[in-house]
């Protein structure tokens, strides 16, 4: 016979849960302390970068938690709505301000300690202002490489941080996630994945860093400042405005006008995928377009999952009429073409500010979240009708749980698991229509100069078949690699997660566990 626990009795064991993770801590503080003392290092001599990051996707977050409301707020009340966004533009000026101070930071991995941008004295050298007077190219790669190594160094940290958690201070000597991980690592095209998505979120949040130039001085604001470079032909070195030196560096096709892959133009600037048609180092616009396709892609699967989350939970617990009812509102959204939604949409809320929010991007996140919820929402309604049948639910309603509790402490940890498949595996085709609506352009996609992938594909698709390849090549098999990055993590995560959904087997049950279980 299983044993009643009143509600104090259960707040007694949770505080001594939490207290003797404490003690653990205490009686062998070694192990935590040496991984804190290197994390701490890890994140120190990058602090700027890191905190700059933080306070991007929490700006972005606020801007867009704002929009929700106002929209509802001023169902009620316009000057309610009004002092929301008010509200909004203050936190936004303070996060803001915040994230430049943090950006002035020195860090050991900054475009100030290890430059690339210089000049030659003379036709034979040497190089001014470059890292130890090193050609720019070499500058440059050096910095690149650093900081991805790093990327990756941090990440394996805190994996380990995980293992020392495990080993030395964990109550339990096993849990299914030790088996997830476990598969994992031994799951190549799930590694493969992982590889890619560290890859895609080093560039977004190291993107300043990494690009030979930056976004502000080449493409945002490229007569705001001067730059030196040696004239062959006068044989001495002159200074001329970044923008104007774009002018004369365009890729075009002809031999004349085209600045390649890997290629120094007439100002001394290296081009590690070549310039644009208007002369825009194209590594710059890629690293640029990395970041705010990442923020807005992450706003849209988040904002979608919590919605499909939530009511898969809610169709679950209650069943019948209300079941019945989000189906019925899954199947119209579903119904409505999202390119006429999205040029609706944008007409009507073109004077708006949530059209300038995030370049355009928290217009699209929105979109993008509200109708594709109904998607993740039938993949995890099955594995949700399961779990709501199972005893320890039966047990917790017995108990006289409330049914909120009851949806988040004993149902919704079985399902974040296919939340996270389902979740990576959708990114790629948020990821796939941002770049769709950005080619396109016509008022669609993300406000220029920002920059974005889809447009650069666009910009270069006249001169696919001449010197000017890269222009449209590099972003689309950008693209292509990070949306087959979120697919392959979706893919062994899956595995990891339920292993009879492996390769292995044959292709009826991968069907089936690509339905959450047959659900």
């Known amino acids: 016979m299983c044993a009643t626990y009143t509600p104090e009795q259960v707040d007694e064991y949770e505080q001594e849960e939490l207290s003797s993770i404490s003690d653990r801590l205490s009686a062998n503080p070694q192990p935590a302390l040496r991984w804190a003392t290197v994390m701490t290092a890890l994140v120190g001599v990058q602090f700027g970068a890191f905190i700059g990051g933080v306070l991007t996707l929490i700006d972005a977050a606020v801007i867009a938690i704002t929009a929700l409301v106002e929209i509802a707020v001023g169902l009620i009340s ?22 430049d101070t943090a950006g002035s930071l020195p860090t050991l991995l900054s475009r100030e300690t290890i430059p690339n ?81 560290i890859l895609f979120l080093t560039m977004a949040v190291f993107g300043p860093a990494l690009g030979p130039t930056t976004v502000e001085q080449n493409i945002q604001s490229p007569y705001s400042a001067q730059m030196q470079y040696f004239d062959a032909e006068d044989g001495a070195v002159k200074t001329i405005a970044p923008g104007d030196a774009n002018f004369e560096s365009k890729s075009k096709g002809s031999v004349d006008q085209n600045v390649g892959v890997m290629q120094y133009d007439a100002y001394n600037r290296f081009h590690p995928f070549g310039t644009l048609p208007n002369g825009r180092d194209l590594f710059t616009f890629m690293m640029g377009g990395a970041r705010i396709t990442l923020i807005v892609a992450g706003l849209a ?53 949530i059209a300038q929010a995030l370049d355009g991007g928290l217009l699209l996140a929105l979109i993008f979240a509200f109708t594709g919820w109904p998607f993740l929402w039938r993949a995890i309604r ?16 017995s108990f006289g749980q409330p049914p909120r509790t009851i949806m988040r402490r004993h149902m919704l940890p079985y399902l974040t698991g296919y939340l996270l498949v389902y979740a990576s595996l959708s990114t790629g085709g948020i990821i796939i229509g941002l770049a769709a609506l950005s080619f396109l352009g016509n008022g669609l996609g993300i406000t220029p100069p920002t920059p974005a992938w889809g447009r650069a594909v666009s910009l270069g698709q006249s001169y696919v078949a001449s010197r000017s390849w890269h222009i449209s090549l590099i972003p689309g098999l950008m693209i292509v690699i990070l949306v087959t990055g979120l697919n392959a993590f979706g893919d062994g995560l899956r595995d990891a997660i339920d292993p009879e959904s492996e390769g292995t087997q044959n292709q009826e049950q991968n069907a089936t566990a690509g339905t959450g279980g047959g659900g």
Do not use: C, N
């Open 78 to 99: 316009s000057p309610l709505a009004s002092a929301v966004v008010d509200l909004q533009r203050i936190v936004s000026g303070a996060i803001g301000g915040l994230r």
């Open 117 to 197: 941008q210089g000049y030659l004295q003379s036709a034979d050298g040497p190089w001014t202002g470059t890292f130890m007077g090193v050609e720019p190219a070499i500058a440059w790669a050096l910095r690149a490489i650093l900081i991805v190594g790093y990327s990756f160094g941090v990440l394996y940290w805190l994996f380990y941080g995980w293992q020392v958690f495990r080993t030395h201070y964990r109550r339990a000597s096993w849990t299914p996630t030790d088996d997830v991980i476990a598969r994992l690592r031994g799951h190549r095209w799930g590694q493969f994945g992982i590889f890619v998505l």
């Open 301 to 353: 699967i988040g904002l979608g999952t919590l919605i499909a989350a939530s009511l898969a939970l809610i169709s679950a617990y209650y069943r019948g009429r209300i079941d019945l009812g989000i189906l019925t509102t899954a199947d119209g959204v579903i119904s409505i073409p999202k390119l006429l939604l999205l040029i609706m949409i944008s007409a009507v809320f073109a004077d708006h500010w």
């Open 382 to 397: 099955g594995p949700a009708f399961q779990v709501a049948q199972e005893a320890w639910v039966d047990a917790a309603k």
